[in-house]
Nanobody, 121 residues
């Protein structure tokens, strides 16, 4: 069993910054891609940023240049540094990871519980 726990959400004014963290724990052999998604009220969940085990990254166009994803493979954590926040960044942010688990070395997809980010204008 694997758990993902997010932290770092909150309320911030437009132009401000927040840093989200996600820690994975449990029967982990390794973690492939780690991803941040977000879901705003009344909208579909969308991919925000992704980082591979090798450190390659990709971002949604709406956050390029403002958000930075990073990971610590030794600690099984992923972070999302969010700068120059806008009201349209308001959403619940979810951590997602493709985890190689033991026993059996199967790869499963896990989700965190989500953390609320609210950006006021």
């Amino acid at each position: 069993q694997v758990q993902l726990v997010e932290s770092g959400g909150g309320l911030v004014q437009a132009g401000g910054s927040l840093r989200l963290s996600c820690a994975a724990s449990g029967s982990i052999v390794s973690i492939n891609a780690m991803v941040w998604y977000r879901q705003a009220p009344g909208k579909q969940r969308e991919l925000v940023a992704i980082i591979t085990s090798g450190g390659s990254t990709n971002y949604a166009d709406s956050v390029k240049g403002r958000f930075t994803i990073s990971r610590d493979n030794a600690k099984n954590t992923v972070c999302l540094q969010m700068n120059s926040l806008k009201p349209e960044d308001t959403a619940v942010y979810y951590c997602n990871a493709a985890v190689v688990t033991t026993p059996g070395l199967y790869v499963y997809n896990y989700w965190g519980q989500g953390t609320q980010v609210t950006v006021s204008s």
